[in-house]
């Protein structure tokens, strides 16, 4: 076991441009804890944000990154998990994550890879996947089936029409047109151009006298709060990024149920019933893509040397795609 690792460290208020690839000392798993040598790491939208954006817990050379996937090197006293078995994780963002040869995780939070699903796929499914899983529990079965997502060409909207289709909800989505048809073809009743300004009379007329039971939003705050007279009576707005912080509609009028999505809280605020239900959600998500009934985002492969310039490219929009670097 080596003492010392290669890692990508934080600098404070430097935002992408301060990540300097240094060697930081190797953590040594405690009570319940797992090391990880990292076989591949995954990026998010939160990783550019947050190295943008700083953190309470994050001081100069913090490593950032939340999703990898690789084998336990080793393991702290109360964990039964061997060493060299496969695993995934979605990391505290309180901690050193993934952007780096080995990653000290909460060993009841990784998550065994099946055996048919490879490092690279495995490590892209985690924050995706488990959010848009997050949010789909947050609603409740209506007397109507219909159901928005927003963004649904991005990872999180992009499984979550999937599994909503497949819990029996009608999907509609909006995406840009390249996503159309690959949309439909798993499910999507219907997908809208946002780019359209007309979008939203077209759900209308699709529609007809069925009330929107659900919209699921990826884009902001703000943004969901301008859609919510979408919703039929008791409808449900859940916020996938950012939360309402005021009640967008009139108190009395169309009654609906606001919802936010906070996957990383888990780590903070999780008891073990809640950890141990989302290990087990993970373990059948990425059952569910190791056996094609869930289909992953492109993947876009990147070398570990250039992670700040992927970072920049998953911010800028230029490059499509779930980006993924191999290690070892």
Not at 72 to 98: E, I, K, W
Not at 242 to 259: G, V, W, Y
Request: with cysteine; glycine share 10%.
């Amino acid at each position: 076991m080596p003492t010392h690792h290669q890692a990508w460290a934080w600098t404070p208020n430097a935002g992408l441009d301060g990540l300097q690839l240094i060697h930081k000392p190797l953590p040594q798993p405690g009570p319940g804890e797992v090391l990880v040598a990292n076989r591949a790491i995954a990026l998010n939208p939160v990783d550019w944000k947050i190295c943008e954006w700083g953190h309470p817990a994050w001081q100069q050379g913090t490593v950032p990154g939340v999703d990898g996937a690789g084998v336990v090197v080793a393991a702290g006293t109360g964990v039964d998990l061997p060493l060299g078995t496969r695993v995934a994780y979605h990391q505290s963002l309180a901690r050193d994550g993934s952007f780096a040869d080995h990653c000290l995780l909460d060993a009841s939070l990784v998550m065994h890879i099946p055996a048919q699903l490879d490092d690279s796929a495995a490590a892209a499914v985690p924050c995706p996947a488990l959010t848009a899983w997050q949010a789909l529990a947050k609603v409740p079965d209506g007397a109507s089936r219909d159901v928005l997502v927003i963004g649904a060409g991005g990872a999180v909207g992009f499984y979550l029409a999937q599994l909503s289709a497949q819990r029996g909800l009608r999907v509609w989505a909006t995406a840009g047109q390249r996503h159309h048809a690959v949309l439909k073809a798993l499910g999507v009743a219907g997908v809208f151009d946002y780019h359209d300004s007309h979008w939203q009379a077209q759900l209308h007329a699709t529609l007809g006298e069925r009330p929107l039971h659900a919209l699921f939003d990826t884009v902001s705050g703000a943004h969901a709060a301008s859609l919510a007279h979408l919703l039929g009576y008791n409808g449900h707005l859940v916020c996938i990024q950012d939360r309402q912080e005021a009640a967008p509609l009139a108190a009395f009028s169309t009654a609906i149920s606001l919802h936010e999505v906070a996957l990383n809280s888990i780590h903070a605020h999780g008891r073990l019933q809640d950890r141990q239900a989302l290990r087990v959600a993970g373990e059948q998500l990425l059952q569910a893509v190791a056996d094609g009934r869930l289909v992953a985002p492109q993947r876009r492969d990147f070398v570990f040397e250039a992670l700040p310039e992927a970072l920049q490219a998953l911010k800028d929009g230029t490059h499509g795609g779930k980006c993924v670097t191999r290690l070892g």
